[in-house]
């Protein structure tokens, strides 16, 4: 009746069926090894991102590491300064001079060494971002904006703002009713 190669349409769909079933766990394998090599590679490149954070955070940490120690200083330093104007308007050649000097000195290659480096403000255009501006003087004779006094000197370490410089800074006479008409 039926010839081997006969094959009733029930068993050809069962066959089919087994066939295909046959392949897709081969294909839902091969899937779900991509799957866990992509998870794998993401974790690879998660970690060797945390490693690159975690080394520039601990080199920022020691470099920074001694600014809270560096505000606390200038505080003392501020006071030295002012010990050293009173002696030098009592006499530039007297010892106390001279050693407050040599320790004003050693100060200043202490922070040098440090990292710590001065804002230079005196004549220069006042920046919000380094000086803080305590009062303004008319001036004509300077660009509006200069700074014309430092009340308190202010500091950085290598490229971070410990303390902004105090500063009195030139402005122009505003415009009166008059000038304007």
């Known amino acids: 009746m039926n010839e081997p190669n006969d094959i009733p349409a029930e068993e050809v769909d069962a066959a089919s069926v087994a066939e295909t079933t ?17 998870l794998a590679y993401r974790n690879a490149a998660e970690l060797d991102n945390f490693r690159k954070r975690a080394t520039r955070e601990s080199q920022e940490a020691r470099a920074y590491a001694n ?41 200043a290659d202490f922070l040098r060494d440090m990292g710590v480096m001065e804002i230079e403000a005196l004549g220069k255009p006042f920046d919000p971002n380094l000086h803080e501006a305590l009062s303004q003087e008319v001036r004509t004779d ?40």
């Open 67 to 107: 600014a809270d120690l560096m505000r606390s200083l200038f505080p003392i330093l501020d006071n030295f300064e002012m010990g050293l104007e009173a002696a030098r308007a009592e006499s530039e050649k007297s010892m106390i001079f001279m050693g407050m000097s040599m320790v004003q000195r050693q100060i």
């Open 142 to 181: 300077l660009p509006e904006g200069t700074i014309l006094r430092v009340s308190r000197r202010g500091y950085k370490l290598k490229d971070r703002l410990l303390r902004a410089a105090s500063v009195v800074v030139s402005s122009h006479a505003p415009a009166t009713a008059e000038t304007a008409a």
């Open 22 to 38: 046959a392949l897709d766990p081969l294909e839902a394998a091969l899937a779900e090894v991509t799957q866990w090599k992509d």
